[in-house]
Every structure is written in C-alpha cells, then in structure tokens.
C-alpha cells in the first residue's frame, strides 16, 4: 500500500466502527461454541463457520465509504472486487484459506492499512478469473424483445417470434431441481406416501397400474377434466396431515385471463386461494397441457408454459422467479423461470410412477409462497408493503406507495419501478430493482457520482445496494434462486447453443444491440420496444462463462410521470426543454452520455407540492462517460428503438447529438400516439416500427424527416387530433435537428431549447 493516493484515501475515510457489528457477529458465534474470541478460533472453526464469517465481513467492507474511493485490481471502485468476490464464496473452487488472513487482520483490529492491504491481496489470490463471454463484434440489428414494445397492439402473429427470444435459454432434465425446491416443505415425503397408498387401496382404488380414470383419447380437454378430479381428491385427504394454504384450481382453458395486454388463455393454474378471480394476478402456478408426449419440446409445451409465466412476471410485481408444470400425454415435468430463463425437471410417467405425480401436486399445494418466488425483502405489514435499508449507519423503512412499471419480459434485467417515501417523511421516492449482470458497473454509483456533481434535471442519488435475502446470502439467480443446480447436466445442454444477451449488459462490452426497459406505467395495448431486454446472440460457452444475474435496488430522491402524461401542450414542451438541459448539464458537469432518450426516461413533476426537478432523466442503465465514447462500449445500439437516432440505428458511434435526435423522435411519437389525457392509442401504421430490423426502421425514419412536405403531410395525417398545433414546431424543430449541418456541434443543445421555448409561446399550442 505503499501508493500515496491509495494511503492518502485510507487516512481519510477510516474505518472507525465500521466493522464494530462483523466483530460483535464474530464473538457472539465464538460464545456459541465456548471458544475464545481470538484470531486462533479461526482454526478451531468448522468450514461452514468460516463461510459465514467471511460472507459477513465482505458485507461489511462494501459499506465502509473508502471502498468506493479505493481503485479496483481492474475497473471501477474496490467495492466491486469485493462484491464479485462475495459472488464467488458458493463457488466449488473456492479458497477460504485465502481469506483467512484478512479475518485475522481485522479480528487483530490491525492499522486500516494493514487490513485494505490484505483485502487487495485476498481479492487477487482468490477471485476466479472474470467470466468474460464472447460476443460477435457486428454492427448487426439485433432480435427484439417483449419488454420493448412501445405502443403495440400485441398481436400474437406480430410477437410470437419475439416471446420465443424474450423467454431466454430453457434447459430441461436438470438432475434435483424437484429435490431443490419440494425437499424442505415439511411433511411432504410422508404424507406423499401415506396419500398414494390412499389411492392405492380400496374396492375401487383410483390407482392401479395407472390412473383408473386417465383419458384413453388424451384429449387435452378429457386430461384437464380428469385433472382436476384428481387434484380436488388429492387436496382434500391432504387436509388430515397439514394445514395449508386454501389454494385451489383454475382450469378455464378457453377463457382469457385478465391482466394481460395481448388475450392469453392458461390451461390450467394453481390460485391463491379456490374463489380467485380468473385473474394472472392470481396465478401462482401455471400448468400447460398438451395430448401427445411429441409436445414435450421447445416449440411445443415449453414455448407455452413460457408465454404463461411472462404473464405472471409482468403483473405480480415482486415475484422473482415463478414454478410451472408440462402435462404432455402422461409425461409431467416441474419447471422453474427466473431472470436467466426456464430450467426444467426429467419428465416422468404419471400412470408409472403415481407417487411422485402425488407429490408435486401436494408440493404445489403445499410450499410456501416465499419458496414461489415472491420477494422476502419485500415486507408486508399492516396493509403495506415496504423496504428496509441501512442508510448513513441508520436503520430506515421505505414505504411502497404504488407500482409504477415493470419489464414484461423473462431472461432480462425485468426493472420494476415503485413510488415510495421513507416511513415518517412524505416526499416521494422512487424504487428501481433490476437483475444485472455481477460484472456490470453499478448505476448507483453512477448516479451517487452525478449527484455530488450537482448535475441539473437529473434525477438524484438516495440509496442503491445488492438485495440480501433474510439469511444475508446475496440474492442472485444461480444461488439464491436455483440453488447451484447446474445446467451442464441438463439433457439438452450440448444439443443447444447457450444464448446470452450481447455485452453482459456491461458499458465495458462489445458490440450488439442491447438493452431492455421497464414497460410504460401502463399495461394496455399501448406501450414502446423499450431497450432491448433480451438481446440474444447466439454463441457458444464453457461452463466457466455460464452466466449470473443479481438483485440490484436503487433508490432516488425524484418522482415524477412519464412526460407523454403531461397536464398540457406547454407543460410537454417545457418538460422536454428541462430535460433537454439535464441531457447537457449530465455532459457538461459529470461527463456523462445517457443513450438511452425514451418517453420512460423523461419525467414530468406537475406537483407544487413534490420537490422534485419540474422534469428531469432517469435511468442511467446505458450511460457511458463521455471521455469512452471511442471505446467498443460506446459502439454497441442501445435505446430504445423507436427512438433511436437514424445514425445510432445504422451504426454510428454514438455521441450526444444522437441523444439529441432521439428527444425529437420522442416528441414525435408523443404527438402521435397520446391525447390530452396521457391516454395513449394504437396507431397500426408505426407498429412495424417495433418489429423491423433496425436498417428498416432507419429508412422509415429518414423517409419520413427528409422533406418538409412529406413530414408536414405526415404529421397532419396521424399527429392525434390534441397534439396538431405543434406540427409547426416539431416541423421547425426537425430542421434545427436534421437541417442543421453542423456536426457535433453542442449549439444545437440551446437551439433545441429554443424552439421549445418559442413554440409555449404561440397562442395556438396555449389553447
């Protein structure tokens, strides 16, 4: 640590009792085991301890401020390293031993220098080499995905291709995953046993070399019939040995359910609770039926089930992963979604092997709905639900006020947004959970960083963490949801290419288009392709670049609506402008490029008594420093697509007059598909907009901005009947952005503003 700057931040920022609750856990588990509270216990502690202690003191070091000063052995600040070396404790390879020295560095309560000098050197010996995945470097379109979709109709025709590359990778006859989530419900395997010899016996015995009442034809509509007779029976003996949750059947297969833009049928499901609404707000487990055992495939049952779950996912807004089932003739497989995509059991004959068919549907019954995949950070308590965070050392309750969007999508980051006020306090927050890649940087800290910059119109940094589940272990896909269940064993793994979205959604990777986005506030049948969700480039990886999505929450002082729910035609324009200026304040004070201008990034604060920016930009997810914008990371589409500049579609670097170009087109879009109440409609000639390539939708756009008549014919044709007295400023306002000649020029900035300013003025659009 002989480095100046390095020993110069240490002194600086000292740990002080930083580390006071990692000692008190450490003396309390000391006690427990009637050994002295000295670093020799390290030696007298089992492996399992050790973990324990280690994954606590990490979690403690992440905390401290210098962690966040201190450099990275390869970007970005300390607190990463730390972080990805907490991911790895889990791992098969891992290497406690390498640890133990900073634990007795730190229970010695050595100098801070001593111990941060011992923390770079257990991240060295002990982190695995960085999980890197090999991306094609093209400047290809990429495939789109259902978080996406902006304003669209959802027509199953138009976005079945896109469901298929939204559901993510689905490997199936994964040993123990029945095992992984049916094994610790209490009771199950006897009461499983005793139920099927129930079946068994008796003058007339519903099983018997088989089913006794199984359909002969295996007509989907016979199965279902015989189903649920069967599981009606088998949840009424399973009442004598444990009470259970009062779930029951839904099994209303030619009936859409409610809650879903596009019309969604479900086969079968599981609810809550036996009188629940044909609702997918109810479904905790859906179940796909198919006749022929030939359907147990990936166009088949497995696409099916998959749609379902999306569903699920879109309208329970703290689900993190969801438990499914295939009835495919007598072959039954349990299926489990998450953030990666769909992972499946070995499917088995029913009629052959009637106990196991007794316990899944008495294991769907009978699980808890926190082993469902509902959010256990999540609290629910005297009709409310809220958050618990450790803010400047202080315990604090955020208090979710409403949802306001989420990701319809499956393999993703799947963002979810709440409005939400600290518990005491009335000001708005506003909560953003994702799933994101470990190696990507983390926007909190980028947004911390545009904070203490002052940056204006921009929304403002409160709180950011990985979510721990209650135990402490890190909530992320491959541990905290599967388990360590491994996909390399699955039947189909080397059939198949394993799919990854393009660049780890990381501002470090290489090409290809990526992104997804939180969906619009609303779920109707109007909202953009926000950034691509699932970007999905095929290639070909060891089972050392398998990939792994963590639970990120970020929390921001500002709350607004999405600017399309403007009070006014010059409320619009003045919030466009305001943003706008956050766009330049974000470049010009941090150095930041956002690329990524949508209507779900540009927000609008009417309440006088809200003190949030009148309008400002949210979401940082693709913003690069502007002094990396030559590097590869910079040359990968991101946005969302409608709104992407001509350029940045066909490939150009992307730079801030992109961003620029993209404000236009956001405008444009606005005056299209909304009216004055923020209502917004379905316009079918700019839907292909979501669905072409991108090359396509750049001559879409250029054929419609190229010459003033043809825009202004444009424009009088579908601008919707409120928005038409600004054809002549977004017309004035296209010849400032694609007339102006000027390259990069950072004038255009305050010409923009210009003429948003000028157009509040006409008596025309003040009406």
């Known amino acids: 640590m002989a480095d100046q700057h390095l020993s110069e931040a240490i002194s600086k920022n000292p740990i002080g009792n930083g580390l006071d609750s990692f000692l008190a856990s450490f003396s309390s588990l000391c006690e427990s085991k009637s050994i002295c509270c000295t670093g020799e216990a390290l030696r007298q502690l089992s492996e399992e301890d050790i973990q324990d202690l280690i994954s606590w003191l990490l979690s403690a070091l992440q905390t401290l401020p210098v962690a966040r000063l201190l450099p990275s052995r390869m970007h970005g600040p300390l607190r990463d390293d730390i972080l990805r070396l907490d991911l790895s404790l889990n791992s098969d390879d891992f290497n406690f031993d390498r640890i133990k020295p900073l634990l007795e560095q730190v229970i010695a309560k050595k100098p801070d220098e001593e111990i941060w000098a011992q923390v770079y050197h257990a991240i060295t010996e002990s982190t695995p080499p960085c999980r890197t995945v090999a991306t094609r470097l093209q400047q290809t379109p990429s495939s789109r995905d259902m978080g996406s979709l902006v304003n669209s109709s959802e027509r199953r025709n138009d976005t079945d291709l896109v469901v298929k590359e939204d559901l993510g990778p689905m490997y199936v006859g994964i040993p123990h995953l029945y095992e992984t989530f049916f094994g610790g419900i209490p009771g199950l395997e006897s009461a499983s046993q005793i139920i099927f010899e129930k079946c068994c016996k008796g003058s007339n015995p519903i099983f018997r070399e088989g089913w006794t009442g ?3 034809d295996t007509q989907e509509f016979a199965i279902l019939d015989w189903l649920q007779r069967v599981v009606n029976q088998l949840s009424q003996w399973a009442q004598d040995y444990r009470r259970a949750p009062a779930r029951g059947l839904l099994a209303e297969p030619k009936k859409p359910l409610r809650g879903s833009t596009a019309k969604r049928k479900l086969d079968i499901g599981i609810v809550a609770r036996p009188e629940a609404l044909a609702h997918w707000s109810q479904i905790l487990i859906p ?7 030939g359907e147990d495939q990936e166009d088949g049952a497995w696409f099916d089930i998959g749609k379902y779950v999306r569903e699920i996912f879109a309208v329970q807004d703290t689900r993190r992963f969801v438990l499914a089932f295939s009835l495919c003739g007598p072959l039954m497989r349990v299926w489990e979604f998450d953030r990666l995509g769909g992972i499946a059991s070995t499917p088995f004959d029913i009629n052959k092997d009637g106990l196991r068919f007794v316990s899944t549907i008495l294991g769907f019954l009978w699980i808890e709905e926190r082993e469902l995949g509902f959010d256990p950070t999540i609290i629910t308590a005297n009709d409310k639900k809220y958050v618990e965070i450790t803010r400047d050392g202080i315990r604090e309750s955020i208090v979710i006020d409403r949802l306001i969007g989420r990701t319809r999508c499956i393999a993703g980051r799947a963002t979810t ?30 947004l911390l960083e545009v904070t203490e910059n002052c940056v ?44 990854l979205p393009r660049g780890l959604d990381t501002r470090h990777s290489q090409d290809g288009v990526t992104g997804e986005k939180r969906s619009s506030s609303r779920t109707s049948a109007s909202s953009p392709l926000s950034k691509r969700s699932g970007s999905m480039s095929p290639i070909k990886v060891d089972r050392g670049t398998l990939p792994n999505r963590v639970h990120r929450r970020i929390i921001v002082w500002d709350y607004g609506q999405p600017i399309y729910r403007a009070s006014s035609r010059v409320a619009l324009l003045a919030a466009l402008e305001g943003c706008i200026e956050g766009h330049e304040s974000l470049s010009r004070r941090a150095g930041i490029l956002h690329r990524d201008i949508s209507i779900n990034n540009l927000m609008i604060n009417e309440d006088i008594n809200n003190p949030s920016w009148y309008s400002f930009l949210i979401d940082l997810d693709f913003a690069i420093p502007s002094d990396r914008r030559n590097a590869l990371s910079a040359r990968r589409k991101t946005g969302t697509r409608v709104f992407m500049a001509i350029g940045a579609l066909l490939g150009e670097l992307h730079t801030f007059t992109h961003d620029l170009e993209s404000f236009f087109w956001v405008l444009f879009w606005i005056c299209i598909h909304y009216d004055g109440s923020g209502e917004s409609r379905f316009v079918r000639e700019f839907d292909s907009w979501n669905y072409g390539s991108m090359h396509q939708l750049a001559v879409l756009k250029l054929g419609t901005v190229a010459k003033e008549e043809l825009f202004i ?18 017309n004035k306002l296209r010849r400032v952005v694609f007339d102006n000649g000027q390259g990069e020029d950072e004038a255009l900035y ?15 659009v003040m009406q």
């Open 417 to 446: 947004c709440w409005k939400a006020h600290s518990e005491g306090n009335p000001f708005a927050l506003a909560i953003k959970d994702s799933w994101q890649y470990p190696e990507q940087e983390e926007e909190g800290e980028l």
């Open 287 to 293: 179940g796909e039926l198919k006749s022929n055992p």
């Open 456 to 499: 204006s119109n921009v929304a403002r940094y409160y709180h950011h963490e990985t979510v721990r589940l209650p135990n402490r272990d890190i909530d992320d896909v491959q541990n905290g949801i599967r388990k360590g269940l491994d996909i390399t064993k699955a039947s189909n793994y080397g059939k198949q290419q394993l799919y």
């Open 750 to 764: 305050s010409r923009m503003r210009d003429v948003l300013r000028e157009a509040q003025q006409d008596p025309n």
């Open 713 to 730: 014919n444009e424009a009088t044709q579908y601008f919707s009947p409120y928005y038409k007295p600004l054809i002549p400023w977004v």
């Open 214 to 216: 199984w359909p002969k």
